[in-house]
């Protein structure tokens, strides 16, 4: 019963290291998506995919690179991390319908 | 391009009190939809959705209908529970071509229910 799996779900960087999310399901979906979510702002699309091999930018994919090289898994990865990337993340994923399943959440703060 | 707008927040109520939450949007094509409900330290959970014009979304007591003529989509209870206390999302998703089932979100709304 895992669904959508995150991973870490707290950390803390400091200015200029660098780190991955992991983000797993179980639900065989085509679709996946990494979101920020701030405060008075809502969640906001960073990068996305559509596929195994594929990714897309989101709304705010800046300082952002992302990885789809098996269908299961949804990599997100900050290269260089900025105060500015504190946020917590989500991740998605969906069978291309009208139903999005969602994480639990990763905690991020950068000092 | 698209976008939503909810109400402002945070919303406080007592037990067994009526709640509505406005959403409004803006979209070019026919757009979905869709209630998020996040507890404390949680996801995101859908409440409930709506595809098309004047259908109405349902669960567990919230309601919400697809107002084409009003770009709305207001989240409606009759009588709200302390366990209903969260954060509510109202978005939509993009039916076009490209249909990649990106959802679009508003700021989110805080309700605190009060026994």
Known sequence: ?111 | GDSVTQMEGPVTLSEEAFLTINCTYTATGYPSLFWYVQYPGEGLQLLLKATKADDKGSNKGFEATYRKETTSFHLEKGSVQVSDSAVYFCALSDNGSSNTGKLIFGQGTTLQVKP
């Open chain 1, 1 to 111: 019963n895992a669904g959508v799996t995150q991973t870490p779900k707290f950390r803390v960087l400091k200015t200029g290291q660098s780190m991955t999310l992991l983000c797993a399901q179980d639900m065989n979906h085509e679709y996946m998506y990494w979101y920020r979510q701030d405060p008075g702002m809502g969640l906001r699309l960073i990068h996305y995919s559509v596929g195994e091999g594929t990714t897309a930018k989101g709304e705010v994919p800046d300082g952002y690179n992302v990885s789809r090289l098996k269908k299961q898994n949804f990599l997100l990865g900050l290269e260089s991390a900025a105060p500015s990337q504190t946020s917590v993340y989500f991740c998605a994923s969906s069978p291309g319908t009208y139903t999005i399943y969602f994480g639990e959440g990763s905690w991020l703060t950068v000092v």
